[in-house]
């Protein structure tokens, strides 16, 4: 059994900020932001993929048969489903996005996922597949050859796989049947709804949009939406309207952030991240206790018994706690340098800067996915 302790010990002391400029970035409109109401919507479906060699559905997957038999049916043929057999045949879900505005004869890429217990759907040919929206109504078909980035091959238990052979895709293989309810040019009040919740941000938007039209047209309702109110404009065309306000260029001042995975150690640092004077010590101690089993055995002719006794040995390693000291104002990229030098992994980066953050030293947001 091996036991590894890591000790860190984080030593605060926070001082009165001498005060830094924020860094700024000048953007577009289109950039940070978007129009309420204008979105893409998700299409699902229910279909069959054919033509397999033999890496289909087995003869178990019942609906499989079922929607196979349902599909002859409608085509004048009568086949039992019990008497059917489908390892050419797999079934699957298809989705899709709708883009907004989408009329129809407009061409979508649609994913294929198998859904039964096929090993590959690799060369198979997806069949006329209806796709629908969340509300139930029917937008969109799909139909065509699946493409897929990986394969699976073998048998007699000697097989290889690479990347998901079960998930395809179609480029342009749906077709939009029936256009997308989202018509904005008769709207009196449009809105822009920013990636990230900022009021500063969203004054900037504003303040910016007020300015072209030198007009109190754009208000903050929040921190993440900017209203338009269009009946203060004399007269207006939307779509024009739009181009003009997604073109204008603003100022912001982006959030200090670390964005932290501990599944993978991956670390993720902002640029205008930074920390109070700190002292961070850092060591570690490792205990590693083994037992290894020797034998008892007894004189020849006498009666005792051979036995097996433990000898367990106890080893400790503990290094020197190394230091790293960073002054007011340094930057968490100068942290990680100071941590790499004195041989922390990324793991120990993660666990030191959540103790920053814990201690009030780390002038950031502290994300952890």
């Not at 932001?33 to 893409?40: A, K, M, N």
Request: net charge neutral.
């Amino acid at each position: 059994m091996k036991l590894r302790l890591l000790f860190i010990c984080v030593l605060v002391a926070v001082f009165a900020s001498s005060g830094t400029a924020e860094s700024s970035m000048k953007v577009l409109v289109r950039d940070i932001s978007s129009v309420e109401g204008v979105r893409p919507n998700s299409l699902i479906g229910y279909g069959l993929v054919v033509g397999l060699n033999g890496t289909g559905d087995r003869r178990q997957t019942v609906f499989t048969t079922q929607t196979l038999a349902s599909v002859l049916q409608r085509m004048g043929v009568q086949v039992p489903p019990g008497s059917i057999r489908v390892n050419n045949v797999a079934s699957v879900f298809v989705t899709a996005s709708l883009p907004p505005f989408a009329r129809s004869g407009t061409r979508v890429d649609v994913t294929v996922s198998s859904l039964g217990d096929a090993k590959s759907i690799e060369g198979g040919l997806l069949l006329l597949t209806s796709l629908r929206g969340p509300d139930g109504e029917f937008y969109a078909t799909a139909q065509g050859p699946v493409l897929v980035g990986g394969y699976a091959a073998g048998g007699g238990g000697n097989s290889k796989q690479l990347n998901h052979p079960t998930v395809g895709a179609i480029p342009a293989g749906g077709i939009v049947e029936r256009d997308a309810p989202n018509d904005i040019s008769k709207n009196s009040k449009l809105a822009l709804i920013l990636t990230s919740d900022d009021y500063s941000t969203a004054q900037a938007v504003a303040g910016a949009i007020n300015t072209e039209y030198s007009a109190a047209v754009a208000e903050v309702a929040d921190g993440r939406r900017v209203e338009l109110d269009l009946a203060r404009l004399p007269a207006h065309n939307i779509p024009a309207l739009l181009t003009r306000i997604e073109t204008l260029s603003v100022t912001i001042h982006p959030k200090a952030k670390v964005v932290v995975n501990e599944r993978t150690g991956t670390v993720v640092i902002g640029k205008d991240v930074k920390l109070g004077a700190v002292s961070i010590l850092h060591g570690n101690l490792s205990i590693e206790i083994a037992t290894q089993f020797g034998v008892s055995q007894p004189q020849p002719f006498s009666s005792g018994e051979t036995t097996s006794i433990a000898q367990p040995s106890l080893k400790t390693d503990e290094s020197k706690a190394k230091r790293v000291e960073l002054n007011e104002g340094a930057t968490v990229q100068d942290l990680v340098g100071g941590l790499q030098a004195i041989g922390a992994t990324t793991r120990d980066i993660v666990s030191i800067l959540q103790a920053l953050r814990s201690a009030g030293a780390l002038q950031a947001e502290l994300e952890v996915i």
